[in-house]
């Protein structure tokens, strides 16, 4: 009989809401992140002057991110959920950073792909997290959340990256 190494939660962590919480924060960020661009491509394509090139800030991002998922949760069995996750995030936030000081198109595609990597950690360990910390008769309600956490952060992306351009600051759609 083998042993899996994930032990199914019967009961909830104390800590469950400050679990949901911070995963649900990973997720919007990383959701949003991934339409706050669209509404910026014509400003970054003139402002780098990327030409038709431009579309692949937005494609480096999406095909790293679901191109890692699998690898991502297979990852966080050998090292653990925690500690990959926090590394996703941190890789996530240090990818934001970098393009919104990104000076070339090239680079600045180079950078949403280290980004991607950050979301696809942060997207394929977080439900795996929330699972082990709610009760069973607890998940559908945590991960329902989760998904409406999802839907804001896709919907709000053009809105937030539309009040970026609108306020002169263009390049804070990535931070």
């Known amino acids: ?24 924060f990973g997720t919007f960020m990383s959701t949003l992140d991934s339409s706050i661009v669209n509404i910026a491509l014509p400003t970054i394509r003139r402002d780098l002057n990327a030409g038709d090139s431009v579309e692949w800030i937005v494609l480096c ?41 990104a ?6 595609v180079g950078f949403r792909v280290l980004q991607g990597l950050g979301a ?22 945590a991960l329902g959340l989760m998904g409406s956490v999802v839907a804001a952060g896709s919907s709000a992306g053009p809105v937030i990256g539309d009040c970026c351009l609108v306020n002169s600051v263009g390049r804070a759609s990535f931070l």
């Open 1 to 24: 009989m083998s042993v899996s190494p994930v032990s199914a939660a019967t009961t909830s962590s104390p800590n469950k809401w400050i679990i949901l919480g911070t995963i649900m």
């Open 120 to 141: 696809s950690m942060i997207y394929a360990i977080g439900p795996a997290i929330i699972g082990d910390a709610f009760a069973p008769q607890e998940r559908g309600q």
């Open 103 to 108: 000076w070339n198109l090239w680079l600045l």
């Open 61 to 101: 991002y999406l095909l790293t991110t679901t191109s890692t998922l699998l690898i991502m949760g297979k990852l966080s069995d050998w090292v653990g959920r925690r500690q990959l996750y926090i590394t996703g995030f941190c890789v996530f936030v240090l990818g934001s950073l970098l393009c919104g000081f």
